[in-house]
């Protein structure tokens, strides 16, 4: 006999096939010898899980994160910096990894932590683009802190351009963010989709 | 070697292995089939046994390509060798000839969508489940050399009988091979319909119905992917055909293969385990109903399938506690595994986001596809046509098959879970329409190719159905680089390989949202797939809701008296939400008792977590992960007598409606109670909570955090990093990685 021969004997032999024999038990005999081997293993499985132990201990006890909470934001941002988003309220553009300049829209909003009300200046530096001056001309651009008007500045020609200005001190509050928001009188519209471009901007905030 | 050879070579290796592994099955249980059949039967068969001998592989941890090789080489080897020298028995008399019409509409449509599969199979696997966890095990037991223990994601409970064969391409070919292991299943299924319906007498039914199958976009998607859906279909249906020619034949090895692939079926999917009651009931209603004896032949069956099956039943049921995980924790309590997530899965299951009504499901299944995930092709609105089949035994056989493999289908609506009815409901609609209206079948299969072919789908199907395409042969030659093609194809792709890049070799990222772990060989924690990413979610968020909301203090007061243990216990009945305790402290006076090592702390249920609720920190919490029920209890034992006088839980408000009582015993351990009320107020929180989550996670190994845009705590990371202690490492389409400082 071959070997191969010998394979299928010995399986059709341990699934008693080979013969015409079926076995003897009837379906009902089956069902009967099958419940109790199934009972237990229900009553096996139901008290089955993964093990727990008797008991814990008490675990290594954790101590708060030493020093004050963390300002969320600063009181200076420059649009490459890494948490520039945090800055962000409104109407400037998502920033590409790194980039130093972002388009504001109609009203850029920008939020901030100062840690003083006294003696801060609101700084700004940011573009208008030759691009949109075409289509603009002379524009001026109002900065709001807080809601209020705190300078105009007025730009009759493309390039770059630097605010710096002296806010109130009752303007300010150091228990919850600052608001600054910028307006030009003119924003350059897309022809194409309709967007709305105001000014590029690079950096803003306070210093004291 | 070019690339496409390679991915080639390894697939074809992989087939060619589960062939011979068929063959000599077959041969050994001297079984008499046509040619078409023992093609068909052999690789699925040989699957089957292929896939048990890469389990035990794996199990022993032997996933080396070197082993793989000389397995595959030895298999084929031995097969050639007995071909050669013991021929099978004659064959069966082969089935009537289709006419050469039949025949060449056949040959056009399926050579047309194999061409299209084909491309897809072989180009970069972009497909959503297949490049996350179908693909990213498989690179797991590679890089492991076998199974590992993970009880950080639910898909690896899951039973893996194709990724088995998956792992034995991927070994040699990477992700294409592995899909291509799938696509040949898809190609199988329909050979083996037309192969059935030829024998029993019905070719043209057989062109109908495995054309419609196979023309199916879902089915096209699906089974070019590294999914398993159509290889559950293309087992279940082997199942049917070899019960068939068994009752037929009454060639009594054939319930051999019965079993074994009853058992592969549940290996490669729970829901086929449908796969082995039909195998049960067939055979046991055909032997009742000529009054032969049944047990010996239930048994075979059985203990053949169980061959298969128990192998991912023990893995699951030493690993994880459960040897149904992720299902059936209520059962199978463990820490890996949460009941409520599970409750909430399976709603989620059977209610897909965006399904109006159940009314909705035909039309999603078959035309739109957006909600349900893919639609078979609007010619199956036709598929109640099949009832006409009703008039015929073999029809009357087919659409039992249909129910019974259907029967799963309401605990997931996708309509990938209809895949496995699909050939037979496909093979009555054809029986159904020919006699009479015999020329209606062609033109309804014509009308069914046209709509499927990627051009015209796109015409009416949603706009984010999943679907082919195009046919990418640039890609699939490799003339496209695959990181092209993978980062226009597969958006989070660049996410996986940004993570590749910044996260150092044992680096674990959290995030919500999958993420291709394919292509990544750093350790992904998803927040759902596991009761630890359950944690590492809820430590997080604990964060922001103890921000945003009050902490409660619930205060049990009571005369001073010695106690041994206390356990406070939630008396409410069953009812939703759930039971949590941040903090639980006990008082001596003015003076909250040190924890010491000596005190013993347990709670029901949940034990795994009850120091959670002693380690001192509000951003962590024992919670009961399931509805509420009467005698949930958090207990601490002292060790020894010690005087209180007041237990404080701290808890956050979002609980159920909860009742507690506050229980004692004494040294002699005889239990009472101590107080049935209890004050509550509310206390800010204390700061840095934020800051302390992230140490949490740190304290768990995990150093990277992913957020999609999307993420509902997204902005909450970008606004707050500084709170947080993040860097942000990279910013990649819509999503940032931090680093946790």
Redesign the interface.
Known sequence: M?N??S??AA??AA???GRD???????PV?AHRALYPLGLVLLL??S?????P????????????P???????GSFVAMSD??A??HIIRDVSPGS?GSPWRWTFQRPELRFWVETATRQKLVADFVIAAATFRETGPVTISFFVNGRLLARQHCPKPGKYHLEKEVPAAWLRTDTFTIVAAEADKLWVSPADGARLGFILSRIGFVS | MPAPVSILLAAGFTVGACVAAGKLLL????LRLARAEQRGLAFVVGAACWSALVFVLAAARLVYRNVFLAAGVLVILAALK?GR??PLPPPAPEAPRLPLLWKALFAVVFGAFTILYFFNALAPEVSPDGSTYHLGLVARYLRDHGFARITTSLYANLSQGLEMLFLFAFAFGKHSAAALVHFAFLVTLPVAMLAYARRIGFPRAGVVGALLVYASPLVGADGISAYNDVAVACVLFAIFWLLEIWDRERQ??L??PVGLLAGFGYAIKYTAFLGLAYALGVV?WR??RAR???????A?VTACALLMIVPWVAKN?IW????ASPFFNS??????VRISFEQEYAEHMRHYLGLSSYGALPLEATVRGEVLHGFLGPVFLLAPLGLLALRYPEGRRWLLAAVVFALAYPANVGARFLIPSLPFVSLAMGLALLPRWHWVAPAIMAAHAVLSWPAFAGLYCGQYAWRLRDIPVEAALRKIPEERFLSDRQPRYTLARAIERRVPPDGKVFMYGQTPNAYTSRELLVAYESAFGNLLSDILLAAVTLDEQPLWELEFRFPAQPVRRLRVVQTAGAGPGEWSVREMRVFRGQEELP????????AHPN??D???A????LVTRWRSWQPLLAGMYVEV?FGAAETVDAVRLECSPDQGDIRLRLEAATVTGQWRTLAQAYTTSERQR???LR??AI??LKARGVDYLLLYDSDALAEQF??????W?L??L??VRGARLYRLD
Not at chain 1, 54 to 65: D, F, I, K, S, V
Not at chain 2, 331 to 336: C, I, K, S, V
Not at chain 2, 718 to 723: G, K, V, Y
């Open positions: 071959s191969s021969t394979a299928a399986i059709q699934a008693g096939f024999t079926y076995g003897t038990l009837a379906l089956v499985l139901s089955c899980g993964a093990p727990a008797e008991g814990y201990a008490p675990p290594l006890q954790r101590r708060p994160p020093g004050p909470e963390p300002r969320p934001v890494a948490d988003d945090a990894d | 041969a050994g249980l001297g007995w020298s013991k009594t090895a319930l051999v046991g032997l009742w032969r004896p049944l047990a010996r032949p239930l075979v049921w994880l506690g459960n040897p059962l199978f309590p463990n820490p890996h924890r010491v090592p000596r005190w013993r702390l347990r034990p795994w009850v120091q959670l002693f380690d001192h920190t034992d204390p700061d840095r800051r302390a140490e949490e970008r606004s707050r990093r500084r709170s202690g860097t942000l990279e910013q």
